[in-house]
């Protein structure tokens, strides 16, 4: 059992928030993560190991081909949906994620005290890997609930990118060379099911608008990617808070040019099997 803790401070339009990875509202999202952006550390400071860089863009769109057969109460969204109404949305996406060792882990002292970087897998250690996925989520939504089933697809291997483009990057900045991709996990496809439910209670202001919002949600997912399940819950304050994936919702509200809000959560994940970790 892994336990995480999360606490971060989000500024931006109020068009943009993000629960978990579901994006039932319409429209575009493009995600990076990367240790470099932890700001408030000295540059030389900022960690570069274990998940080390992710990309990932997505499209939601108001509509449910094929599957929205399965829903025969719910039409795909339109964004005037009563409180208890279910609409339907579907999301495509592309991700890449990179996981490296700890560098730290990869150094050794030789006899002069000079530190030289070890390139050969250490046993226990985490090892290189790239992951490069498809993602297709059908979304059931309504004002307090949202059900999403995914099914990913993906690779890992020289073929999924993560070394080119951790290669790429760290010339563009007069970085060296991370010297263990040769010992990468080699390539292997991978599928998995998801299944994501998420729940919302929201309190408003005297004038109506919300300022706090609870948001607990669960996760499953079976295959040979991950076979994994995880709980956990998430708490917003703040300055015109939008509805996080409801459009009917938001649309209620009325427009918001800029909120500001703070969000913290807690998650317990129940692992089986990680294809980036039990292959090393």
Known sequence: LVLTLGLALSLGTALTPRIARAQAVPGTQVTGDNDALDI??????????EYTNGLRVSVSRSMAPLWGRLFRSAAPCTGREAA???????????????????????????STGHHTIVSAPIPGDRA???WLHADATANVVSEKRLTSFALIVGITGTASGAEAVQRGFHHLISQTDPPGWRY??????AANLS?????????????????FDVAPSWNAQLGNARTSAFGDVVARLGYHLPHPWSLAARQRAG??????????????????????????
């Open 40 to 49: 408030w550390l000295p540059q030389k400071e900022r960690p570069d190991g």
């Open 84 to 110: 208890e109404q279910r609409c339907l949305t579907t999301e495509l996406a592309i991700a890449q994620q990179m996981y490296t060792p700890e560098p730290l882990n990869h150094r050794a002292v030789d």
């Open 128 to 130: 290189f890997a790239g």
């Open 184 to 189: 990468q996990l080699g390539f292997r496809p």
């Open 195 to 211: 299944y994501t439910d998420h729940l919302r209670a929201g309190f408003a202001a005297p004038n109506g608008r919300e300022i």
């Open 255 to 280: 427009a918001r040019d800029f909120g500001i809000w703070v969000y913290a959560g807690v998650r317990e994940s129940l692992v089986a099997y990680d294809q980036l970790l039990d292959r090393s």
